[in-house]
């Protein structure tokens, strides 16, 4: 079956840090991932749609400047989180599908997440 | 925006009891997934249901689509600690997956 990969699966780190999270499709290419925020006890909230060669799409409160997405190869899109602040503490989840045909028949593959922690 | 309302919020049983969880809109979707999610993990795909009326059976669990596309339903009968989770409804606008407000289930042995 199509395997999201991503990493690193929880990162620590003092305020002020740049951190980059990887998410990687395995056995599949995704021209289209997503970036999803969760909260604790809260659902996922979409953060950008990230497109292969081109500029990734935000969603509404989303600062671009604040998470910068690359989507360099069809295997891959990183988030970094800039200059990070305790705020931005929550866990961060990427998906993707196969892509093809009609999207809304097609399940999303997710990652495993990445849980930040900014101290 | 399409919200995607789920109820209750959490739910807390005794193994071997039933439950259903609902998933409502005000908007129509071309179809809807139903998704579990463990602490630390991404969600998993349960079923997707696109045709509207349409009742999908995985084990314990029966899905249900509402006629009018707006609704869906999830039913859990003779509920087992393992099925402890959260439940999120998701739909697709445009390309994108929006997801339910979602359902904190708890199952006691």
């Known amino acids: 079956g199509a395997v999201v990969s991503q990493h690193p699966s929880r990162v620590i780190c003092k305020s002020g840090t740049s951190v980059k999270i990887e998410c990687r499709s395995l056995d599949f290419q995704a021209t289209t991932m997503f970036w999803y925020r969760q909260f604790p006890k809260q659902s996922l909230m979409l953060m950008a749609t990230s497109n292969e060669g081109s500029k990734a799409t935000y969603e509404q409160g989303v600062e671009k400047d604040k998470f910068l997405i690359n989507h360099a190869s069809l295997t891959l899109s990183t988030l970094t989180v800039t200059s990070a602040h305790p705020e931005d503490s929550s866990f961060y989840i990427c998906s993707a599908y196969t892509g093809g045909g009609d999207y809304s028949n097609q399940p999303q593959h997710f990652g495993d997440g990445t849980r930040l922690s900014i101290l | 925006t399409q919200l995607l309302e789920q109820s209750p919020q959490f739910l807390s049983i005794q193994e071997g009891e039933n439950l259903t969880v609902y998933c409502n809109s005000s908007s129509v979707f071309s179809s809807l997934q139903w998704y579990r999610q463990e602490p630390g993990e991404g969600p998993v795909l349960l079923v997707t249901?696109?045709?509207?009326?349409e009742v999908k059976k995985l084990k314990r669990l029966t899905f249900q689509f509402g006629d009018a596309r707006k609704d869906s339903s999830l039913h859990i009968t003779a509920a087992q600690p393992g099925d402890t989770g959260l439940y999120l409804c998701?739909?697709?606008?445009?390309?994108?997956?929006?997801f339910g407000t979602g359902t904190r289930l708890q199952v006691f042995p």
């Open positions: 249901v696109v045709t509207g009326g």
């Open positions: 998701a739909g697709y606008n445009t390309d994108k997956l929006i």
